[in-house]
């Protein structure tokens, strides 16, 4: 069974800072998929950026990277020079090799960027 | 467009009522999804579809049906609603069950009472 952690429950941050968030997942697969998703405050959530496992270069979109950790089984999302609008809940989520199956999502991180 | 449109966006029930949420999307997408979200337990998957009738049970699929009769369309249907079941319901759909890549709709809040 696969099961994807989001320990930090909130983070606030200054407008134009670097914000890192976690995210620690448990698989028996060789294969997976890692994503990040976005929901903002009107409830939309939106796709962001994915990492898939046997890519070792970290992926990167926009203002947004990730920090993929194999070894630790850790997939880290970052965003650079926040903007208020980045202020939304961020969901970690996995898909093991098993096309069968939906993806599995972590309970979020809230982020805030104040001015 | 690229969109998936869910309706209602809102709906109060009681209890034992049936509750139909329907979901459409734009994209010629094979694979639906339908999860749920609630405080503290994140979003759940309920149901997937991978085309037109063939569904497979998520990892809470007790309380819930689904029909996919054309491949733009998938329904949740609520057979008698409970309480437990008030949620906020997110339909979501991907090119192919593969790809990862979620499109979600705006989502629907459903209130038993």
């Known amino acids: 069974a696969q099961k994807v952690t989001q320990t930090q429950t909130s983070i606030s941050v200054v407008e134009k800072t670097t914000v890192t968030m976690d995210c620690v997942y448990e698989?028996?697969?060789?294969?997976?998929?890692l994503f990040w998703y976005k929901q903002t405050a009107s409830g939309e959530i939106v796709f962001l950026i994915r990492?898939?496992?046997?890519?070792?270069e970290n992926a990167t979109v926009g203002h947004y990277s990730l920090n993929f950790q194999k070894p630790k089984s850790s997939i880290g999302l970052i965003i650079t020079a926040t903007q208020i609008e980045d202020s939304a809940v961020y969901f970690c989520?996995?898909?093991?090799?098993?096309?069968?199956?939906?993806?599995?999502f972590g309970l979020g991180t809230r982020v805030s960027v104040f001015p | 467009d690229m969109k998936v449109t869910q309706m209602p966006r809102y709906l109060i029930k009681r209890m034992g009522e049936n509750v139909l949420l329907e979901c459409g999307q734009d994209?010629?997408?094979?694979?639906m999804y339908w999860y749920r979200q609630d405080p503290g337990l994140g979003l759940q998957l309920i149901y997937i579809?991978?085309?037109?009738?063939?569904?497979s049970e998520g990892d809470i699929p007790k309380g819930y049906r689904v029909s996919r009769k054309k491949r733009e369309h998938f329904s949740l249907i609520l057979d008698s609603a409970k309480t437990n079941q008030t949620s906020v319901y997110f339909c979501?759909?991907?090119?192919?069950?593969?790809?990862?890549?979620?499109?979600f709709g705006e989502g629907s809040k459903l209130t038993v009472l």
């Open positions: 979501a759909s991907s090119f192919r069950v593969g790809t990862g890549q979620l499109y």
């Open positions: 698989t028996r697969d060789s294969s997976y998929f």
């Open positions: 990492q898939d496992s046997y890519k070792k």
């Open positions: 989520a996995m898909r093991e090799g098993n096309y069968a199956q939906g993806l599995t």
């Open positions: 994209m010629s997408h094979e694979t």
């Open positions: 579809s991978y085309d037109v009738d063939s569904n």
